[in-house]
């Protein structure tokens, strides 16, 4: 998919361009989200129940405001910056690995995470 993206239903692959300015909720994603380039911001509401493998993003992931709970499978591969994320991090199972570049600005439980990270 090039160019703007809305109204997405089913999978979800090979995302090229911006996606930006999502409100509301976002729930229930089962199976592979990959291969998403460009930037991805202002992602507004509660991002939970995320099932499956999330891998290969590149580019920068800023400004995501609410809770993000209940990733479930592997985060791997996160390339580039991730900041200014607010709220509550929890509820994470499976292994997170591979993040390269900067990780700030986090708020709430998830600054615990990075302290024990940065500990081993």
Do not use: H, T
């Not at 703007?4 to 199976?31: C, M, P």
């Not at 509401?45 to 990733?71: A, K, L, T």
């Amino acid at each position: 998919m090039r160019g703007d993206v809305s109204g997405i239903s089913g999978f979800a692959l090979d995302i090229r361009g911006d996606v930006s300015d999502i409100y509301g909720l976002i729930r229930n994603i089962r199976g592979d989200v990959s291969n998403i380039r460009g930037d991805v911001s202002n992602i507004r509401g509660i991002v939970i129940g995320i099932s499956g493998d999330v891998s290969d993003i590149r580019g920068d992931v800023i400004g995501i405001s609410g809770d993000v709970s209940d990733i479930r499978g592997d985060v791997s591969g996160i390339r580039g910056d991730v900041s200014g994320v607010f709220g509550d991090v929890s509820g994470i199972s499976g292994d997170v690995s591979g993040i390269s570049g900067d990780v700030s600005g986090m708020r709430g439980a998830a600054a615990e995470i990075i302290k024990i990270l940065r500990e081993k």
